[in-house]
């Protein structure tokens, strides 16, 4: 579904917070290591379970929206660092050093003074519902959003075989 416009506001008013955090932690890596490590891009394209995750080769991060909204201080404070910690060590080891590895929790705790968690406790995105629909010829998947206009009144019909559409009741 396509954002509304204030929700692609709200984004990228989020994304600066994201923006200078990513770049907090960085220049405390540069801090502590003394050299200038190379700056992530950042988005909000993370969907699903993880509530971000870093891509090295890339050097980007991605994080989670819906989670960020959940509580944006706690997911400043450890979601980004937690990612930021992978690039760090990227930049150092190289693929020589395991994703959650003694280089990572290092950087976690010595850089960032955190615990080295790897899950988080934000909860995860619900599935979209579908309502299945019928005509004379095909089912249909229905959204939430089409399912309660027709729950107001609203009919549709196929566009293929021109007849209204029904639902399909799922239980007996
Ligand atoms: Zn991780
Ligand atoms: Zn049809």
Known sequence: MPLTQ??????????TRIEAQVNHCFDKADAFFGVRFKRSH??????????????LYKNELRFNHFMFEQNPDAFLNTVVPHEVAHII???????????????WQAV???????????T?????????????YYCLCQTHEFSQRRH??????????CKKCASPLTRIEKHK
């Open 42 to 55: 950042s988005s909000f394209k993370q969907r699903g379970k993880a509530a971000g995750t870093a891509h």
């Open 148 to 157: 309660n206009r027709v729950l107001k009144g609203v009919e549709y019909r």
């Open 108 to 118: 976690m705790k010595k850089v960032f003074g955190l615990l080295p968690d790897r």
């Open 120 to 132: 988080h406790t934000f909860d995860v995105p619900p599935l979209k519902k579908a309502y299945s």
């Open 89 to 103: 060590v990227f930049q150092i080891y190289a693929a020589n050093a395991k994703p959650h590895g003694k280089e």
């Open 6 to 15: 204030s929700e692609m506001t709200q984004q990228k008013i989020d994304l």
